[in-house]
């Protein structure tokens, strides 16, 4: 039973817009989050992520929402460049061991 | 900046083979992890030691060994190399909260001919 899903395998946006990557989880008891950034044959990357006390999370383009009655986080990418491009997995955690979804992978176009 | 090294970015190895995969990480951290990760299935969890000598299961162990006998290293045996086992390995340790996430190591590319 898959904990983490992200349900859309793959995203395509234009440069300069608003990339949003969606993220839905069943077990309540998780209570950290956490967005990762994956290039191909390189190992995922941290991105930015948010504790269960709060509902928003920013970091200079990247901001993570979550909104825990829904069980549903997602990532903002704004403005979404070329160099975004990547698979990106969304990962919740309710003790030192990570659950992650199956990825979905954005593309930027120029 | 933590650093997990993974000795080998590609290996090929011939199906029956013993395949030892050898991961370090350079900031004392605790906890290490090995994933497979494999289109359209995600980051599978393989197995993962909170301590030295300290292991336990994952969600697809079978196949599959590991050996933690110093803090900083942490090494996937593939007892029998089987074609299904052809797959993306990363390593990855943690020595934070769970907010910290995971540093991971920049992979393994194995294929098993």
């Known amino acids: 039973d898959q904990q983490v899903k992200q349900n859309s395998p793959s995203l395509s946006v234009q440069e300069g817009r608003i990339s949003i990557l969606n993220c839905d989880y069943t077990?309540?008891?998780?209570?950290?989050f956490l967005w990762y950034k994956k290039y191909p044959a390189e190992g995922p990357t941290f991105l930015i992520s948010?504790?269960?006390?709060?509902d928003k999370n920013e970091d200079g383009r990247f901001t993570v929402f979550l909104n825990k009655s829904a069980k549903h986080l997602s990532l903002h990418i704004v403005p979404s460049q070329p160099g975004d491009s990547a698979v990106y997995f969304c990962?919740?955690?309710?003790?030192?061991?990570?659950?992650f979804g199956k990825g979905t992978k954005l593309t930027v176009n120029p | 900046d933590v650093k997990v090294t993974q000795s080998s970015r590609y290996l090929v190895k011939r199906t029956g083979e013993k395949v030892f995969l050898e991961c370090v990480q350079d900031?004392?951290?605790?906890?290490m992890f090995w994933y497979r990760q494999d289109p359209g299935l995600g980051l599978r969890l393989i197995y993962f030691?909170?301590?030295?000598?300290?292991?336990e299961k994952g969600d697809i162990p079978e196949g599959y060994s590991v050996s933690r006998e110093k803090k900083e290293r942490f090494s996937l045996i593939l007892e029998s190399a089987s074609t299904n086992q052809t797959s993306m390995y990363l390593c990855?340790?943690?020595?934070?909260?769970?907010?910290?996430?995971?540093?991971f190591g920049s992979g393994t590319r194995l294929t098993v001919v």
């Open positions: 990855a340790s943690t020595g934070g909260g769970p907010g910290y996430g995971y540093t």
């Open positions: 077990n309540s008891m998780f209570d950290y």
């Open positions: 948010i504790s269960s006390i709060k």
């Open positions: 990962a919740a955690s309710g003790s030192e061991k990570l659950v």
């Open positions: 900031m004392d951290h605790e906890n």
């Open positions: 030691s909170y301590d030295v000598k300290m292991k």
